[in-house]
């Protein structure tokens, strides 16, 4: 029996909506547990907040701290980086009014008109390095071109070493001269 059919089934006996409702009101205690939680967990995140070192040189962060290190545990109270309310509408106003500036001032802005030689529109970016490597490109050349290139890439770069995708809308990708020209000499 395929779902449709089972499905097609129970629609067609007696008390079907209902039938469908009552696992939800079955649970309803568990959600009305749950919105609970939800409202008193910012009186649950002001707990203090413990740092301390073990005996191993582990740092841990806890708001419970075993009892042989609770001599060394340093501890703060982070309620005292809770915004009050007043602090709070404050910084909310502020958010208003820059988005409104924002809104202002992209409306507002004018759309600078810039030509090409082929007509009206925006001039294709120009990557970095603009010079090409072909096969009479001296090393010296070769060497200052992949620098520039790797120059480039430099702020693209991830804290890995992985390259982010917009660098390669900005800058050109030269291999290494090495194979080509040796290791480089100063």
């Known amino acids: 029996m395929t779902h449709l059919t089972f499905l097609l089934r129970q629609i067609q006996q007696p008390g079907f909506p209902f039938e469908l409702v009552k696992p939800l009101l079955a649970r309803w205690p568990v959600a009305l547990m749950a919105v609970m939680l939800g409202l008193l967990s910012p009186m649950a995140r002001s707990a203090p907040i413990c740092r301390w070192v073990d005996k ?9 701290v075993p009892d042989k290190y609770k001599q060394v ?3 703060s109270d982070s309620r005292q980086y809770e915004l009050s309310p007043q602090q709070t509408r404050d910084a909310e106003q502020r958010l208003t009014e820059l988005k409104a500036r924002a809104r202002q001032n992209t409306a507002a ?7 090409s030689a ?6 294709p970016r120009v990557k970095r390095p603009t010079e090409v490597i072909t096969d009479t490109t001296d090393c010296q050349t070769r060497w200052r071109i ?6 480039c890439f430099g702020p693209y770069r991830t804290t890995r070493g992985a390259t982010k995708p917009e660098g390669y809308d900005v800058c050109n990708e030269i291999p ?3 194979l ?3 290791p480089r000499r100063n």
Request: charge should be negative.
């Open 56 to 64: 191993n040189g582990q740092s841990h962060m806890s708001d419970a």
């Open 109 to 115: 802005a004018p759309i600078p008109a810039v030509s």
């Open 146 to 151: 992949y620098d520039e290139s790797v120059d």
């Open 73 to 75: 545990a340093t501890c």
């Open 176 to 178: 290494s001269p090495e």
């Open 180 to 182: 080509k020209c040796g």
């Open 118 to 123: 082929t007509g009206t529109g925006p001039l």
